[in-house]
T-cell receptor
Framework: GENVEQHPSTLSVQEGDSAVIKCTYSDSASNYFPWYKQELGKGPQLIIDIRSNVGEKKDQRIAVTLNKTAKHFSLHITETQPEDSAVYFCAASRMASGGSYIPTFGRGTSLIVHP | KAGVTQTPRYLIKTRGQQVTLSCSPISGHRSVSWYQQTPGQGLQFLFE???????NKGNFPGRFSGRQFSNSRSEMNVSTLELGDSALYLC??????????????FGPGTRLTVT
């Protein structure tokens, strides 16, 4: 089955700095890669996703890059703010039975943004 | 549009008991997936229901079961509870059909504590 490695497990930055979280996956058939942000006491929230036919996607301060050859993808957050502090999960998925996508998650990165 | 709702939010049970958790998906979403989140194992896929049928299943013992109703609401049941079943149980909904949006939206979770 799919295996997703995520690094680092903890990332501490100063407000205004950039943050980068990296993930690798093992299944070359994976073709959908969502990123989730989970705040304390809440469920994961989808913040950005990328499909395998795209190399990069950006949404305001957040961007994701995908290198299919190397089987790795990264989340980039620029101009970090204290409210960006949360646990971030990457995931890799392929089409499962019936046309759904079942993600395999990384272990998470705890991002701490210091004011 | 209302998000995914889960009830109850918190639950304390004793070893050997059984428990039922409920999830109401986003209106229009027909797929409901369940995940278990623990510090040790991370986010793990339990099963997915679509049109009242279990469509995909993760690697969990038969004590974990679920069902989906005609209005897409879903329940999951855990029988003969063990201490290791203590976790945050998350429900996620999506359109679930081939060609539709892939995104999964998570509820806030049910925190289950087994004593």
């Amino acid at each position: 089955g799919e295996n997703v490695e995520q690094h680092p497990s903890t990332l501490s930055v100063q407000e205004g700095d950039s943050a980068v979280i990296k993930c690798t996956y093992s299944d070359s058939a994976s073709n959908y890669f969502p990123w989730y942000k989970q705040e304390l006491g809440k469920g994961p929230q989808l913040i950005i996703d990328i499909r395998s036919n795209v190399g990069e996607k950006k949404d305001q301060r957040i961007a994701v890059t995908l290198n299919k050859t190397a089987k790795h993808f990264s989340l980039h957050i620029t101009e970090t703010q204290p409210e960006d502090s949360a646990v971030y999960f990457c995931a890799a998925s392929r089409m499962a039975s019936g046309g759904s996508y079942i993600p395999t998650f990384g272990r998470g990165t705890s991002l701490i943004v210091h004011p | 549009k209302a998000g995914v709702t889960q009830t109850p939010r918190y639950l304390i049970k004793t070893r050997g008991q059984q428990v039922t958790l409920s999830c109401s998906p986003i209106s229009g979403h027909r797929s409901v997936s369940w995940y278990q989140q623990t510090p040790g194992q991370g986010l793990q896929f339990l099963f997915e229901y679509f049109s009242e049928t279990q469509r995909n299943k993760g690697n969990f013992p038969g004590r974990f079961s679920g069902r989906q109703f005609s209005n897409s609401r879903s329940e999951m049941n855990v029988s003969t509870l063990e201490l290791g079943d203590s976790a945050l149980y998350l429900c996620a909904s999506s359109f679930g059909t081939s060609g539709a949006s892939y995104e999964q939206y998570f509820g806030p979770g049910t925190r289950l504590t087994v004593t």
